[in-house]
């Protein structure tokens, strides 16, 4: 029988002596093994692509677990098919008031819209507002340790990571549940308030790691080829137009990462004292205070949720015909074409051939674009695709 041995040693470590070393006896102790490691590592140029690598290292390992738990069934075991205009998901701790807020902002009733996937429910609601359909979701209360599937937290981010946007609902009492929140999400390979990194890596069979950048860069390229060996990227091409971290550049080659919006809406003000409150517009001052039970600030959240989503209107106009100056199609802002061509027709994508643009996005009327084209407020489309 071909069996590897495995002898128990000290530290929760075996010993294989078929293998000759060490293992350690899961994933997590060897990622806290590296964050100590950072923690201890004084940073400076010389330092700089040895922290790169371990911050490479830690966050493939996390990569590793996220995978196995799915492969397990444990991971992501359900998803909810978007609609409306945009998706914004309601996140906080339990017992922060998110279905009142989702009752009273959409008018949804949990105890008969709610539908499950697995052991999870998710209540679903829908607020229209200036002309905007904005479809809502009620999840249950993040934890501490949800990015490790405490609470059944994975299923729960695997909805927030199909968002748009996340409205982080604080209790006055408990207003800094939001770095427990925040890190949750971090560590789960959502980045709240951030765009992808405008960074490009083309692999190719030979010639090593070239890199080239339009910016000064932090970075330097003992770093970026750390990093990149580190996933086993020996032959590559990188193209950076921005300065970026050694965090973003790992994210870049995850390719796995969610970007979502977020607002700040602190719960239950009408229960809080005067010097509570206070204190709360001092420690987010971008923030909301509401009162879900009350419905004070209600119609403020409604239209700092549409301002955060950054709709825009886009005309279309068939093919020779007058545009549709009455009806626009609306999205958010940063769509491009692809997206447009995925909301009006599921074959349009697949038969594009071109797009004519009039207004603010295009550099002369009727500029003919292609599927990245990105979109801006007014803008006239026209798609032809194949007959």
């Known amino acids: 029988m071909n069996a590897v041995l495995f002898l128990k040693c000290y530290d929760n470590h075996f010993f294989s002596p078929e293998i000759g070393r060490f293992q350690m006896s899961s994933i997590q102790e060897q990622i806290q093994e590296v964050e100590d490691e950072i923690r201890k590592t004084s940073y400076n140029k010389a330092t700089s692509h040895h922290i790169g690598r371990l911050k490479a290292k830690m966050a493939r390992m996390r990569d590793e677990i996220e995978k196995k738990a799915s492969s397990k069934g444990g991971g992501d075991g ?13 996140v906080g701790f339990p017992s922060v008031g998110k279905s009142t807020l989702l009752n009273k902002i959409t008018g949804a009733k949990s105890e008969v819209a709610a539908y499950e996937f697995t052991t999870v429910t998710v209540v679903p609601g829908v607020l229209e507002h200036k002309g905007a359909t904005i479809q ?54 959502i980045r709240v308030d951030e765009i992808p990194p405008d960074v490009t890596i083309k692999r190719r069979d030979r010639g090593g790691v070239e890199i080239n950048s339009t910016v000064a860069l932090d970075l330097d390229e003992e770093t970026i080829k ?25 994210d870049v080659v995850l390719e796995n990462r969610s970007y979502v919006r977020s607002l700040i809406a602190i719960n239950k003000v009408d229960l809080g004292y005067p010097q509570l409150i206070e204190e709360c517009r001092k420690i987010y001052p971008n923030s909301l205070l509401i009162s879900a039970h009350k419905g004070i600030n209600i119609e403020e959240l409604k239209d700092a949720i549409y301002d955060c989503l950054g709709f825009i209107r886009v005309y279309l106009k068939p093919q020779g015909g007058p545009a549709d100056m009455e009806e626009p199609l609306i999205v958010m802002s940063r769509t491009n074409i692809s997206q447009i061509c995925d909301r009006l027709h599921r074959d349009f994508r697949r038969k594009f051939r071109y797009a004519q643009i009039w207004g603010p996005s295009a550099k002369h009327p009727g500029q003919r674009v292609g599927l990245d084209h990105v979109m801006e407020d007014e803008d006239i489309l026209t798609v032809i695709i194949q007959k």
């Open 136 to 189: 809502f979701l009620d999840v249950p209360g993040l934890v501490k340790g949800a990015s490790s599937g405490r609470g059944r937290g994975k299923e729960v981010i695997s909805v927030i990571r199909n968002s748009d946007m996340v409205i982080f609902l604080l209790d006055v009492f408990q207003p800094k549940h939001y770095d427990v929140l925040m890190d949750e999400l971090y560590q789960a390979g």
């Open 226 to 250: 750390a990093v990149l060996d580190e996933y086993k990227i020996h032959n590559a091409h990188v193209l950076i137009r921005e300065n970026i971290t050694v965090d973003q550049l790992i």
């Open 78 to 90: 359900y998803s909810v098919k978007k609609s409306g205009d945009g998706t914004v998901t309601l």
